[in-house]
Structure formats: C-alpha cells, structure tokens
C-alpha cells in the first residue's frame, strides 16, 4: 500500500512541477493496559501510518503531511507542498542515505493477558506495603514501537526501529484528612528489564513517607536534587544547547563553545546507543548518522547539538540531532538519550553531607515555571528536610527557585543513583546532585 | 468519513462481542501551522490528518483503538483485538438515527482551507513588525499560526449518528528582548473559533505591542521577594488560576475514583460566597467552544460552583458510570489519537461587585499580577502552582515596581476560600491546557480578583 502511494503520488506531484519528492513514513503500535483493582480497567490499542512528504518546487523546499491515502486528496496535498515552497525561504535540502545493516526484527514482548497479570500483581504489591496506601490510582503499563522510514521518489531508503516499554504507577496514600501521592515511571526496552513489583512499592513508599509533610520557613538551603527532578530540570533547559537557539540569540549558552559552563565535575553525553534509552536511532530525520558524543565534557562545553541548517550556517558538521518534534513538521533539533555521567556517592552518602537542608524529590509546573531562554525557575516542589545528615520530615507546598545555568556551575557533588524520563523527543538518565544553596519560598 | 452501513457493522461486532457500549469517532482535520521570525518564516505546514477511533465499554472497563486504515476489514479486525480480553456476553444496541449536523451552530465565514498561505503570512508580517519596532530592546519576535478545520462523525449504539465541523483560528506573539542583566518574553495569543475573518477586527498591532511592552517591562523587574502575601490576580487569562486551583479537581477523572479533594461535596460550600465558577462550551465563536463535545452531546453552560457552593461537576459518559451521573457535553480529546475524557472547555469566574482600583487601593502590600504563563495541579491533594508572567508588587495601596520570577502555590479548597474580593471587569482568553486526551483550546477567564493570602515563589 505504501509503495503505491510512493509512486502515484511522486507521479501527480511531477506532473504539477514539483520535483525531488522525498517521504518520511512514521507507522506506530501501541499497546496500553491499565489495571484498578484487580481487573483491566483499560486497554488502547493502536496503528497508524504518519506520512510527511516534501518536495522541491520553484526552487524552494515545500512540504505536506497525510493520514489518508486516498488519491482524491492529492490535489489538495500537492496545492500545500506549492504554497508553503512558495512561502518558504529555505532551498530544498535532499534526504542523505547511508548504507546500513539489516535491523533484526523488534522484541514482540509479552502477550497482553500476562502484562496484565504482572500489573496486578505490582497493584497488589503497592496495597500491600500499608494500610495507608487508599488507591493505586494508576498502575499501566505502555509497549510503543516505531518504524521510520526515510526514502526519495527513485527508492532509495533508510529505516530505524525503537521499541519500549513505559510502566506508570500512581498512588495515593490517605491519613485522616490528610493525603497524600507520588506517581513515578519507568522505561526498559526489554520487559524483563521492568521490575514491576519493585516501582509500585517504591512509589507506595513515596506517597506514604510525604504524609503529614508541612512547609519548612522561607530561606536559602543546601538542597540534594533527587535523581527524577535532575532529569526533569534537564529536560527543560536543554533546548539551550541546541544550535537553532544560540543562533537565534535565544541560549544563554551562545558564545560559550569551549569554556567552563558547568563545575569541573558535571560531564553530560549523548549516546543514541545508550543501554538505558529509548531513542535507538542510526540516522537522524535528515538522514544523517548519529553518534555517541560530550555535550559538557569535565564542565566544559564542547558542542552544540544541531542540524543540517544549523551546522552550514556554524561552518561545522551535522551532529546527527536534525529531528522533528512531530511527523508534521520538518526536523528542527533534538537529542537521542542524554545521561549525566554518575560520581561515586550514594544517594544516603550525599545526604550526610547536608547539616540543615533539603531532599527535593519532586517538582511541577516546569512547563510554566522554568524559563529555557533565562535559566530562570521557580518550581513548587516536594520533599524532605534534613538535619543532622538523615531525613527528619516530609517538605510540601514549597517552591524552590534559581538560575539552571549558575546551579551547573556550583554543583557539588554527584550522587551514583539514577533515574530516567522523557519522551520521544529527547530522553535523560541522570543521578542525584548536592548543591550548596538554593531560594527556597515556604513559611 | 464512514459510510453508516460500515459504522453499523462496527457497532454490530463491539456489542456482539462483549461491548455493553460502543462509540465510533471519525475524524478528518485541515491544519496550517507556521512559526516566523524577524528573519522571515521557520518552518510552515499544511496537511489533514484522517482517522478512527473506537471506544467500547464493559461496565466500568473500557477498550479503545486507534488508526488511520480505513478499510471496513482492518477496523473490524482492531474490533476483534480489542474484545478478546473482556470475555464477556453480548450487549444490546439501537440502530443509527438519522444523521444530525451541528457544523452551523457557530457562523464560520472563511474556511482556513480556502485562504492562501500568503494571505496569513500578510497577517503574521504585520504582527512582526509591530513587535519588532515597539523598543530597541526588542531582539527578537516569534509568531506561531495556527488554524484548523476539523470534521468530526460521531456515532454510537446508543443510536446517536452526529457530524460537526470545528474551525479555529490563533496567532501567538512572542516578543524577546534583551539588555545587559538578561533576555525576558511576554506573549499573547488571540485566538476565536472562526475562520479568517476572525482577522477582520483583529488589532494585529496592539497584541504585537502588548508582548513588546510586557517582554520590555520585564527587563527592569527585580527578582520577587518569596513569601506569604496577598495576591490580585487581574482579569482576563488570568482566570486560569482557577482552572488549576479547582477546575482540574472538577473534572470526572479526577472526581470519580474519590481521589479529588472535591470528591463527594455536591452542596457544600468549598469557596468564598464571592466565587461563582462557570464552564461554558457553547459560547458563541469562543476559542473553547464546542458545538457538540467528542462523545455527540450537545455543549452547554455548567454552573460548577455558585456563591460558594458546589453545584456540579464536568462528567464524561465512562466516568459518569461510576459516578452515577449523567455528562455533561465536557467530553474532549486532541484528536481520534486519544480517548475523550471530561475536560474543560470556557471556564471562568463570573462578575462581581468591587472594580480594580478598589481592589488595589485596598491592599497594604501584595503582590499584583497581570498576566500569566501557565500552572498544574495535582487534584489528589489540590496542590497547585501557576506561574505569574507581568507582576508588580502593591505597596500602601499603589501599584510600584515589577517583579520577575513569580510562582504563586496553593491548595484548591485554600484558595478558594481566601477569595475576598472580586472585581466587574470579567474578560475571557485564550490558551491550551494539557491533560490526558491531549493539549486542547480552552478559555480561561475572570474578574480582577483578590486572594487575601498565598504563598509566593520568589527568589528574593
């Protein structure tokens, strides 16, 4: 069905002066099973075909994107590759294609009905750890697999496959009046990976340990960054290191290539082959390989990430991070699997280093309350004080705030802990961080 | 779309094989997207996005999928994929009703599909450069455009067999500027549920310099001072405040397993006598409006909280089930990708009796805040935070210097209580929110309010 799309469409498209023409084809399946006690309470499943199709016309690049492939609407698709080639000050830059292995065929996983065996039994597990564990509000477990395929008019083509499995657990925990919760995820590309049973409890622990938690007065503190907000904080400002936004004068981090932007210890690389991650990519959606590299190397910026555009206007070489945000749209920049490389502390070593101070194990509202272009954030968060070294008391209704750019360089000390999250567009492993003061709003 | 006799064997196959209720949404949607700069355009794109998603329930488990294959055989086999972990017996059904079109119910003048990318470039051209020349200190302008035409079929075993076409337009203006102590923004984004014309009396060049002024402003605010003060929270998209504090909390996803803070208060008084909070979804031509929701009910005008006491909820036909409630035409999703759940749709809180100045005149000192970024909420706890864009403090009743860096936190039911005065100058915008089944347009407006006590993120 694809193949004929690929020719009939390149055959209207040439007909109405649009050369070059070249598909990115995204197909995903989902399968998502959710368990409330005890029975499926959910179950989503999905397959579909994403096409984004561009061309070259009057010189310029122009582009459309199609759900359905039905021929009555190629005429309107080929009117969108015109007008938008027409608006479009960009030339046309062809897909580069490479040679690669044969991929070996995705991990087809568990049959549904056992997944939802695992996930009660990780409910269960949640339940039982205490009694004021109310609800096990979200227990679910999500296998996503994506092909992509790039390929121009004359049959040349790449494809990529990822495949991953994303558990989610929320609690709620319930003492009187007062209640509390922590929900928590997951990712293994191999579902033997997840330890189901294990997350459930850690995230009952989580929600049960905040009860009671009030606020500590407003003041500056010494704060641990649990392993899941690192992750999180990075997510949010890494679009500074990313080449179309020190271009565009919107990065903090323009001007900085090969200077000191973090202290001496912080060490962050990308590894699209990175054991951990999600985003298994050869080759970018320009067609341009990926490669395992050090965005800050011993505290030192070394590159920045970019695209094709990007690096011909930087006079540098791809990096292999042209990706798009979504199949609609053409690649603009992201990362693979970034990871923070680990110190040698523990997460309990860390908090001996702190007299009077915080362990922030959660932040929200990053979308609003972090802004990527100033480093600037103020987050409400959660958490626990600590005194003497040890946790004395759960910490809510907080916000701790400050500048991300400064905080890298005042790092001190990195936990050998981890934790992963993202998405698609950009996934981070990194540990738990000592940092030696922070805003904290509270009391 | 479907033919009905293709919607009748899917709704044939659901009930037969365990569906006690079976949806069929169809769906097949126009967009423009194109985000310019000074420079000239990043990136545009047109396109139509086309697919099926079927939703069947089994008491209170229900089954959704998704795809873009059409084909009568591939959406029966999804049918069958679907149904082979309920094991169950088969459920009744009533046969489709004559279809009902709804696509009139909002005017739509100029359909997006039928105007020239060159014309809309014409329109972000004008908002550009009237960002661009509002200040030196403006380094950098972004619009993002967008417009989408999306129809809609809605059918399900129930008989319903409805259709509707939803046209939206928005341009969001993002103004950059930078001096020695750093880079701020400021934005706005109007938006309607209209066609092109909604450009017609659109003064591109006041919201352009609006996000000039406010980037501007920002420039020479000092870090906010943290701690506990009382907050004016002026009108207009600031209502948003409320869609964190307590609408979210509202919503049947949160409210139905009993794990929101409002779960189980139908008549009781959860707010200040001052607050009365409405979702509306069948606002003429407003940006969250809806002529029917994405399950074929009909929008309307829902009294949430009146004076103070709770009145109701917004409820879906699943959650609904296990509420034992009837929806309430709030269901919505991003698209066919997502199952519908209860959500938002025109949300704000109605008129009062003081004006602005009163409110300002009468604060000793607070904090002053005149246009927003965003926030979330966690409905179990009511914990919510909301990020404050353009703010001032108040000091001896005056308006003085603006702040930056400003996240006021909260609990819902708190909040709610501490609302002590209210202004007449109700204003509704325009956002998004994200949620579950995906970002949606929503409104979100207000009065100027006052909260006599929040606490203030600041990191001063």
Redesign the interface.
């Known amino acids: 069905m694809l193949e004929g799309f690929f020719s009939s469409f390149t055959e209207h498209a040439q007909r109405a002066g649009i050369t070059r023409l070249q598909f990115y084809v995204e197909q995903v399946g989902e399968q998502r099973l959710q368990v409330?006690e005890h029975?499926?309470?959910?179950?989503?499943?999905?397959?579909?075909?994403?096409i984004?199709v561009e061309g070259e016309y009057a010189g310029k690049r122009g582009?459309?994107?199609?759900?359905?492939l039905t021929p009555h609407?190629f005429n309107?698709?080929i009117a969108?590759i015109k007008?938008?080639a027409?608006?479009?000050?960009t030339p046309f830059v062809p897909l580069s294609f490479h040679k690669l292995p044969a991929l070996q065929t995705w991990d087809n996983g568990l049959p549904?009905?056992l997944l939802?065996e695992k996930l009660k039994a990780a409910e269960d597990a949640a339940y039982a750890l205490d009694p004021r564990v109310k609800?096990v509000?979200e227990c679910s477990c999500l296998k996503r697999t994506k092909r992509i395929l790039l390929r121009d008019e004359w049959g040349n083509q790449m494809e990529d496959k990822l495949h991953y499995y994303r558990m989610g657990v929320a609690v709620?925990a319930q003492d009187g009046g007062e209640?509390?919760?922590a929900r928590i995820a997951d990712f293994a590309r191999n579902i033997d990976k997840l330890d189901m049973v294990n997350l459930a409890q850690t995230t009952a622990k989580r929600a049960v340990s905040m009860l009671h938690a009030t606020?500590v007065p407003?003041g500056n503190y010494p704060v641990i960054l649990h392993n899941n907000v690192v992750c999180e904080l990075l997510l949010t400002f890494l679009p500074a290191f990313f080449a179309d936004r020190v271009q565009?004068?919107?990065s903090r981090m323009g001007g900085k290539l090969g200077q000191q932007v973090a202290n001496s210890n912080v060490t962050l690389i990308e590894d699209p082959a990175f054991t951990l991650g999600i985003i298994t990519r050869r080759f970018d959606d320009e067609g341009v390989l990926t490669s395992k590299k050090a965005i800050i190397a011993d505290g030192v910026l070394s590159t920045y990430l970019h695209n094709r555009k990007t690096a011909e206007r930087a006079g540098v070489i791809p990096t292999g991070n042209g990706f798009k945000r979504d199949y609609?749209?053409?690649p603009?920049i992201s990362p693979t699997n970034l990871y923070l490389q680990p110190g040698q502390m523990t997460l309990a070593e860390l908090e001996k280093e702190i007299d009077e101070g915080l362990l922030i194990t959660e932040c929200?509202?990053m979308?609003?309350?972090a802004?990527p272009?100033?480093g600037?954030f103020?987050?409400?968060s959660k958490g626990y004080l600590l005194k003497g070294g040890r946790i004395a008391r759960p910490v809510?209704?907080?916000?701790?705030?400050?500048n991300f750019f400064d905080l890298l360089k005042q790092v001190t000390n990195i936990g050998c802990d981890f934790a992963s999250s993202g998405s698609e567009n950009g996934f981070v492993t990194a540990p738990s961080l000592l940092l030696p003061s922070l805003?904290?709003?509270?009391? | 779309m479907l033919s009905k006799t293709t919607i009748e064997r899917i709704l044939d196959a659901a009930t037969s094989q365990g569906g006690d209720f079976a949806e069929v949404f169809c769906e097949?949607t126009f967009?423009t997207?194109v985000l310019a700069?000074t420079e000239?355009?990043e990136?545009?794109?047109?396109?139509?996005?086309?697919?099926v998603g079927i939703r069947i329930f089994n008491g209170?488990?229900?089954?959704?999928?998704?795809?873009?294959?059409?084909k009568e055989d591939n959406l029966l086999a999804?049918v069958r994929?679907?149904t082979?972990?309920l094991n169950k017996a088969a459920g009744q059904r009533s046969r489709l009703c004559d279809c009902i079109s709804y696509s009139g119910v909002h005017p739509i003048q100029q359909k997006p599909?039928s105007i020239?990318?060159?014309r809309k470039?014409e329109k972000i051209e004008r908002a550009l450069s009237a960002g661009k020349n509002y200040a030196p200190e403006i380094?950098?302008v972004s619009v993002s455009y967008v417009d989408m035409e999306q129809s809609v079929q809605i059918a399900n075993s129930e008989g319903l067999l409805a259709e509707d076409a939803r046209v939206k337009t928005r341009m969001h203006i993002t103004a950059?500027a930078?001096n020695e102590q750093?880079?701020?923004?400021g934005y706005f984004g109007p938006g309607a549920m209209r066609g092109f014309e909604f450009y017609d009396d659109l003064d591109i060049e006041w919201y352009a310099r609006e996000a000039a002024r406010i980037a501007t402003t920002m420039l020479r605010a000092v870090p906010?001072p943290?701690?506990?003060m009382p907050v004016v929270i002026d009108n207009g998209f600031g209502g948003l405040l409320f869609h964190e504090a307590c609408g979210h909390s509202l919503e049947a996803s949160s409210v139905a397993?009993?794990?929101s803070?409002f779960s189980g208060k139908l008549g009781e008084r959860i707010a200040s006598p001052l607050v009365t909070l409405i979702d509306d979804g069948s606002l003429a031509n407003e940006w969250g409006s809806l002529a029917i929701d994405d399950e074929g009910i009909p929008t309307r005008k829902n009294i949430l909280i009146e004076n103070g006491i709770l009145r109701g909820y917004l409820v879906d036909r699943l959650n609904g089930r296990r509420m034992g409630m009837a929806p309430t035409g709030s269901a919505r999703r991003k698209n066919y990708?997502f199952?519908p759940q209860a959500r938002m749709t025109n949300t704000y809180i109605a008129n009062g009796t003081s004006t602005r100045d009163e409110i300002i005149a009468n604060t000793e000192r607070g904090l002053f805040v005149k246009y927003i970024?965003?926030?979330?909420v966690?409905p179990?706890?009511g914990?919510?935070?909301?990020?404050a864009c353009e703010s001032y403090l108040i000091e001896n009743g005056k308006i003085t210097e603006p702040v930056?860096?400003?996240?006021l936190?909260?609990?819902g039911g708190n909040i709610l209580q501490q609302v002590d005065m209210v202004a007449n100058n109700l204003e509704i915008r325009q956002g998004y929110c994200?949620a579950a089944s995906g970002p949606l347009y929503i409104g979100a407006g207000q009065p100027t309010v006052r909260v006599a006590n929040m606490?203030?993120?600041?990191?001063?």
């Open positions: 409330y029975e499926l309470e959910r179950l989503q499943l999905a397959d579909v075909t994403l984004y582009s459309t994107f199609v759900e359905n609407l309107e698709h969108s007008q938008t027409e608006c479009s000050n549904a009905f939802e609800y509000t709620m209640v509390q919760t606020p407003t565009n004068s919107m609609a749209e053409k603009t929200d509202g979308f609003a309350g802004n272009v100033s600037d103020s987050l409400i809510a209704q907080i916000t701790i705030a400050g805003a904290v709003a509270g009391e | 097949d967009y997207n700069l000239g355009v990136t545009s794109s047109l396109g139509r996005e086309s697919g209170l488990n229900s089954l959704y999928g998704y795809t873009n294959d059409f999804m994929q679907m082979a972990l599909v020239p990318l060159a470039l380094v950098q950059f930078q750093g880079m701020q923004t906010c943290g701690g506990q397993k009993g794990t803070e990708r199952a970024n965003g926030g979330s966690n179990a706890t914990e919510f935070n909301f990020n930056k860096g400003v996240t936190i909260g609990k994200y606490t203030v993120g600041g990191a001063r």
